[in-house]
């Protein structure tokens, strides 16, 4: 989650516990920033020496990728995942050596802090206002076998710094004034957890067969059929963000995804419907919705076809104006969508505005 | 305040004209009372639209088409809100977002690409919250549409705020 949760601590315990379990155990790189505890339980594992690099007339000390190869563990720890190595090795990243340890055969522990994932520092920086440099591939943390998070409560965490089990006594202050606010690291921690969510859920897709019992079968297939995936239907109009408002509320209810679909007639658009059209963007951009707009004249089908497409369950659409004429004997948008989309939930949004007040009731 | 049924139709729907269209921006969790009711009053005599428009910050260290989900959680319910009460007024509008590196940035982004007739802010004694004095002197200079700028006074305290409709939208 984040410095001084016990990242590091976990990796260690488990480090021992394997090798209490009879396998051979390295710890290739520790970092131990001086705190007694995390030292403490290091003790009695082998801890391979880092070599040094001479970079511009300073001496830098990094992780031995030639040492660990050679030594060929069964198991080998690696503090500090996100870090980036000093100019002149073999690799830029330290990710990056540990895809060499992977691939000579040796199982890897390693550390990390939710806002070192690629994907997640934009959010992490938006929450927080810091941004860090060394991030990796989300792609990384795919192939791991197991994910830990060590997860601890931001005012825990806040008291271990105020004892000092994080940072010397120098730091402390500059740390509390800095990134170690409540506000940074309840949003770290919401990140981290949420991420882990995602990861699971992943996991238990990718595990789905199709072999098997026809229980087995329902089984593996129930994560899917309980993840949602909004779609709102939209127009270049001033009622458009109203809905979309509230679909993107929705979404950040389910924790799921956002899809806006227009459906084009084909032609020209008006001034007024390019305008609206590019407010409708701009909003979709900022709420991190996808927009997306196909033109045609049978709306329905096209519906129908994009939800399929983006594995839609849910669909919101605006209220339409009473048909008139002709129109009135058409089967109305909802009730074919229901036809075509058969176990997609369509909720039709109100206009809160007009609901009435207690007087006039 | 009582809802009111909307109009059948404003003066310029009846003339055929285009309506005016009122620019009510703001950037935070609030918006002054003053300036939205000033906004509502101008726009029943005018049968203008009113456009309140968020202005959201992007951090430099952010591309500036980044998602801001965190600023979206505050300003969208305050959007809601003043959706709501001014349909309630009878008075149509056509809301709008905005990014930019600092607030200003965002206003301008959103006048290049849009005509208003007029803009309506609230001045503010706090440099903390919203345009500051800098960015409405840019306001009244720069910006081809009428300007007004309401003067800090104590009824400032009241606000619209979204607190209404959480939970709601």
Redesign the interface.
């Known amino acids: 989650m984040a410095a001084g949760v016990g990242k590091t601590y976990r990796m260690l315990l488990e480090g021992q516990a394997e090798k209490e379990a009879g396998r051979d155990v390295v710890v290739g790189l520790l970092e131990t920033h001086g705190r007694v505890e995390t030292q403490r339980i290091a003790e009695g594992l082998e801890i391979l020496p880092r070599r040094e690099i001479d970079y511009r007339g300073t001496l830098l000390e990094e992780m031995d990728l030639p040492g660990i190869l050679r030594r060929a563990p069964d198991l080998c720890l690696i503090d500090e995942l996100a870090h980036t190595n000093a100019p002149g090795l073999e690799h830029v990243k330290r990710y990056e050596d540990v895809e060499d340890v992977l691939a000579a055969g040796i199982d890897v522990l390693s550390t990390l802090n939710v806002q070192h994932l690629e994907s997640l520092n934009?959010?992490v920086?938006?929450?927080s206002?810091i941004?860090v440099r060394e991030t990796i591939p989300d792609a990384l943390l795919g192939h791991a076998d197991d994910i830990v998070v060590v997860d601890l409560t931001p005012e825990e965490l806040l008291e271990r710094l105020r004892a000092g089990k994080v940072y010397p006594v120098e730091r402390i202050d500059a740390a509390l004034n800095n990134f170690f606010k409540i506000e940074n690291l309840s949003?770290l921690r919401e990140v981290a957890l949420r991420q882990v969510a995602e990861e699971v859920g992943q996991r238990r897709f990718a595990a789905t067969t199709n072999v098997g019992s026809r229980e087995e079968t329902i089984a593996s297939e129930a994560p899917r059929a309980v993840a949602e995936r909004l779609l709102a239907l939209v127009e270049p109009n001033?009622g458009a963000?109203?809905l979309v408002?509230?679909a993107?509320?929705s979404a950040?209810r389910l924790g799921t995804d956002l899809d806006l679909l227009w459906v084009r007639p084909p032609g020209t658009l008006s001034a007024e419907q390019e305008?609206?059209l590019?407010?409708l963007r701009?909003?979709a951009?900022?709420?991190?919705a996808r927009l997306i707009v196909e033109e045609s004249d049978e709306r329905a089908r096209t519906i129908a076809a994009v939800a399929k497409r983006q594995r839609t369950t849910y669909i919101l659409m605006g209220r339409a104006r009473p048909p008139r004429g002709p129109a009135r004997l058409r089967t109305p948008l909802p009730q074919q969508l229901m036809v075509l989309l058969p176990g997609v939930d369509v909720r039709i949004v109100a206009?809160?505005?007009?609901r009435?007040?207690e007087?006039?009731e | 305040m009582n809802a009111q049924s909307a109009p059948e139709q404003s003066a310029p729907e009846r003339s055929g004209a285009k309506p005016n269209r009122i620019l009510l921006p703001f950037t935070n969790q609030a918006i002054s009372r003053r300036a939205f009711e000033a906004a509502i009053r101008l726009a029943h005599a005018e049968g203008s639209t009113i456009v309140p428009a968020f202005l959201a910050r992007v951090p430099r260290n952010l591309p500036i088409e980044s998602p801001l989900p965190a600023a979206c959680a505050i300003g969208m319910p305050l959007l809601e809100a003043i959706e709501q009460r001014a349909t309630a007024e009878g008075i149509p509008v056509d809301s709008r977002v905005s990014r930019g590196r600092t607030y200003r940035d965002a206003l301008e982004r959103l006048l290049e690409q849009e005509h208003f007739d007029r803009v309506i802010v609230s001045a503010t004694d706090s440099p903390r919250q919203g345009l500051s004095q800098e960015d409405l002197g840019w306001l009244l200079g720069q910006v081809a549409a009428e300007v007004l700028i309401l003067r800090p006074a104590p009824d400032d305290t009241r606000r619209i705020t979204a607190t209404g409709v959480h939970g709601h939208f």
Do not use: F, H, I, M
């Not at chain 1, 951009?285 to 991190?288: D, E, F």
């Not at chain 1, 206009?351 to 007009?354: E, H, S």
């Open positions: 934009d959010q920086a938006e929450l206002g941004r949003a001033p963000y109203r408002r509230r993107w509320r950040q305008n609206s590019t407010a701009q909003l951009s900022l709420l991190g206009d809160r505005a007009q009435p007040t007087e006039q």
